[in-house]
């Protein structure tokens, strides 16, 4: 497999899933400069000039979200993604895809600094909402991990919620709500998240 990437983007979200799934030596990984995203020759790959993108066996898997799910499902006998008739399994694509979609919208309008009451215009039109309910959905949602979204066993959700909520309370887009340091600690406890400065505060 060959995943087209750079340090500086949210493809970084994908190492500690790579480094749980034990799979380094099976990706090849091209650190792709941002100017040379939008070359003929990567546009090719992906259209949309954009890292990260991973291909394996001459097909192309643009989209965190799908390289996440990807990536869990093929290497399944570790653990980290649900069976396809375990009810855990919508649980688990909610979460996903819920920090692909309405929870990355959330992120990119809040660095716009768009009016509040423009976006309560466009509320129903919007993914994500508002902020309440996107705080309401985290805050609710994360308090009830046990320790882990879908219980005792740590999934691929967990490492790419955990990493879009640490991001976004450094970036003091979202509070740092007492409802996330339990998962928080949890989190970052594991070897693979253990060397990212953001969880040094929760690290217990
Ligand atoms: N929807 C894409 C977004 C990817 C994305 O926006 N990547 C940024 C880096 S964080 C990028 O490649 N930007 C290069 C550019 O647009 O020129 C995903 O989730 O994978």
Redesign the pocket.
Known sequence: MTLYN?PQ??GLTLFPLIQELGIEDQIQQVEMA?PD??QPNYEQINPM????CLVDRGIVI???AAIYIYLADKFRDKGLAPDLDDPKRGAYLKWILFC?GPL?EYIDISNLQIPAERIEQQRRSLSFGNEASVHRFLKQGILQASPYLLGEQCTAADLYVAYCLIFAINAKILPDYAEFTPFLQTLAKRDSLKDIAWFQPYRT
Do not use: A, I, Q
Not at 49 to 52: A, D, H, L, T
């Open positions: 750079n983007s949210r941002y995203m939008h000039g954009k890292v990260p643009s989209e965190m692909h990355t």
